[in-house]
């Protein structure tokens, strides 16, 4: 590695553990995270630790701090931003590449693995992903179509939410989303990329998977709540375990109490919507979208054209 101990946004080597021993580690925060530049929160001795930055990098190639602002982005946006770091990072020496991405933060994570491939990432966890996305179509203000009543009630939903604290940038995010449903939808069921991929689940989340829902990645469930598993200053425990592959610490009903908790949650979840019934998704579904053309859909519409003086023949 050829990363200063003393860089900004970049923790420094300690007692080296021998399963992540000259690993660098991306940390990808989720929608409304800030970053103030400190050093990111040890994960484990042995990685050399970066945060990802949704304001960029500098003329250093290090990651700027963010506000809560910066990351109110669309996901095309986002995974053209991890490309960028992940690309400086290769140019920079770090080899091998661990991602690991909390919430929002797993689903730019997968627009990028999924539109680079031979992306140099070894290895990927995610923590709190969004289960199931784009479950429900409405189209764009004052643009009518299917589900335009139910954009008129979400978006009075989301005003709702801002009053309680939510991001005010929340309906980006969704838009961006259900711009392309069927394509983001089958991130969880077609392998994205060559890297092994784990995803560690709060309990709470488990209630809004559909109870059929299978997925190419594997799922473990902690009995944490939606957005405790990681931030700019801590890690839990159990995100420990799962980059290293060890079994959570969890008793012998816990997998009862997790099967009963998504057949409740089942009972209040609208049925799947028909793909083609918006007319802003009938050109991705018309292509058929086996897995083969599903990645190649996505690297259309996501992937980012890299400028020619950053170098080689696509990007990472």
């Known amino acids: 590695m050829t990363i200063a101990p003393s860089s900004r946004g970049i923790r420094p080597v300690h007692d080296v553990h021998p399963a992540v021993l000259g690993s660098t580690l991306l940390i990808v925060l989720g929608l409304d995270s800030e970053w103030t530049g400190m050093a990111p929160p040890l994960a484990l001795p042995g990685f050399q630790e970066v945060m990802f930055s949704y304001r960029g990098l500098n003329a250093h190639d290090l990651p700027l701090p963010y506000p809560r602002a910066a990351t109110h982005l669309p996901l095309r946006e986002v995974a053209d931003k991890i490309a960028n770091q992940v690309r400086a990072l290769v140019r920079r020496g770090a080899n091998p590449i661990w991602v690991l991405a909390d919430s929002e933060g797993s689903l730019g994570t997968q627009i990028y693995l999924a539109s680079h491939p031979g992306a140099p990432v070894q290895r990927v966890v995610f923590t709190s992903p969004e289960v199931a996305p784009a479950q429900v179509y409405y189209p764009p203000r004052n643009q009518s179509g299917w589900g335009v009543v139910s954009g008129w009630v979400l978006r009075g939903w989301y005003k709702y939410l801002e009053t309680m604290g939510w991001p005010k940038a ?61 931030s700019a200053t801590k890690f839990n425990s159990e995100v420990r375990r799962v980059l290293l592959r060890e079994p959570l610490q969890q008793s012998r009903w816990w997998e009862a109490a997790t099967w009963l908790g998504r057949a409740v949650g089942a009972s209040f979840q609208l049925p799947p919507l028909n793909e083609r019934l918006p007319e802003a998704w009938r050109a991705d579904v018309g292509q058929g979208l086996d897995c083969r053309q599903t990645r190649e859909a996505i690297r259309r519409n996501f992937a980012q054209a890299v400028p020619a003086h950053l170098g080689g023949e696509g990007t990472p």
Do not use: N, Q, Y
């Open 170 to 230: 929340l309906e980006i995010v969704m838009r961006s989303v259900l711009e392309h449903g069927p394509l983001v939808a089958r991130l969880e069921r077609c392998p994205m990329s060559a890297a092994p991929h784990e995803v560690l689940l709060p309990l709470d989340t488990t209630v809004t998977m559909p109870f059929g829902l299978r997925s190419w990645i594997p799922i473990k469930v902690a009995g944490l709540t939606h957005g405790t598993m990681i």
